[in-house]
Structures are given as C-alpha cells and as structure tokens.
C-alpha cells in the first residue's frame, strides 16, 4: 500500500489568494490524481496529475484556477487560485499504481473568507 | 460526474447488527472499490473487487458484485460505534483510470 501526506492539513485563506496544497507519496507511483469534496458531499476529480506534463482536467476544472504540478513520480502541488468563499472544501490528493488499490491523502481542509 | 449512486443515503443500527449498504453505477467497469471516511478525514481504503469476482470478505466485511445488474453491495456484520462513517463506492472504467465515487452512505452505529 502507498502512504500518502499532504500539506497543509488546514488553511483559512482570504478571497483572491491563492494557496499550494502538496502531496508526497512513499512510493513511485503511475497515477496521481486530485479531488475535492465539498462539504457533506461526495468526492469530484479535478485532474489527473501527469508527470513531466501538462495535467488532465476533468469538465469544469481549469488550469488557470487549480494549476498543478508533478515533478517526479512520488510528488504534486495543486495550486488553488484566486479564491472565493465557493472553494471552502477538502482537496484530497490520491495516487495509484496500476490497476490495483487507489490510495488517498488525509486531505486538506480549506476555509476561504 | 458521478458514475454510482449509493442506497441508502444513511443508515442508523444498533451495536451488534449488521449494515448493508448497497452501490449501483452506470456503465462497465474494471474494478470496484469501497472506502470510509471518518467526519472529513481522508478516504482508507476497505476492499477492491475486480468485474471477473462476484464476492469478497475481509475480517467483518463482505462485498458483492453483480455486473449483470451492475450493483455491489458492501455488508458489515457485528457492527460496532467504531463503524460510524460515511462509505463509498467508486469504480474505474479501465485498467489505471481514475476512480469515480457514489454519493455515499452515511453509517450511525449506536452504543
């Protein structure tokens, strides 16, 4: 199994900032993905973060608002930008080897005022 | 998009009693897999059952798969407070892709 940490755990950020939220995993890794849950809500995929390219996006996200990056097999930043009260959520980064046991991070919880 | 639907959406038992929770999804998929979360914590995984099983049992969990309906079903049996989360189910079209998740369950266990 992969053992994933994020951080921060927690942030509480003021609209129009932006925040980088890091994900390292104990292991290489095929596959990283990025989710968010909105609160009391179920888990949507934002991207799938590619190595050595551009991430993948799934209908409704952007690069321009949550820019990610994925240097090396076991690391990704997701970047949340300029941000409102709406992107109050958990953002959890999740990684995979293959067809086998998808793993996730702890999560961060995010607070914009 | 979200390609399960999880039934029901909460469910209260008393300690001791067993839980089912049940997961429907749309289209064919290559594997499926259960999750809990803990009050917004991180997801840990329980179990992954492949489209070629049709059930598998970890300590006192149990799950099904049937493709022919596509719907799997995640029994806990002698539950205890310590079960109370929410439960996922999430399923991948191919081998590597990402996981898509179910709205999820919502378990109470009563001391």
């Known amino acids: 199994s992969a053992v994933i940490s994020q951080k921060p755990s927690r942030d509480i950020c003021q609209r129009g900032t932006s925040l980088t939220i890091q994900c390292q995993v104990d292991?290489?890794?095929?596959?990283m993905f990025w989710y968010r849950q909105q609160p009391g809500q179920s888990l949507t995929l934002i991207a799938t973060a590619n190595q050595g390219s551009e991430a993948t996006y799934e209908s409704g996200f952007v690069i321009d608002k949550f820019p990610i990056s994925r240097p090396n097999l076991t690391f990704s930043t997701l970047t949340v930008s300029n941000m409102s009260p709406e992107d109050s959520s958990i953002y959890l980064c999740?990684?995979?080897?293959?067809?086998?046991?998808?793993?996730f991070g702890p999560g961060t919880r995010l607070t914009v005022t | 998009s979200q390609q399960g639907e999880e039934d029901p959406q909460a469910l209260s038992i008393q300690e001791g009693e067993n839980a089912t929770m049940n997961c429907s999804y749309k289209t064919s998929i290559n594997n499926l897999q259960w999750y809990r979360q803990n009050s917004g914590r991180g997801l840990v995984h329980l179990i992954l059952i492949r489209s070629n099983e049709r059930e598998k049992h970890s300590g006192r969990l149990r799950v099904t798969l049937d493709t022919s309906k596509k719907s799997s079903s995640l029994l806990i049996t002698a539950s205890r407070a310590a079960d109370t989360a929410s439960y996922f189910c999430a399923t991948d079209r191919r081998a590597g892709n990402m996981l898509t998740f179910g709205g999820g369950t919502r378990l109470m266990v009563k001391p």
């Open positions: 999740s990684a995979r080897q293959g067809s086998y046991e998808q793993y």
């Open positions: 292991s290489q890794v095929t596959m």
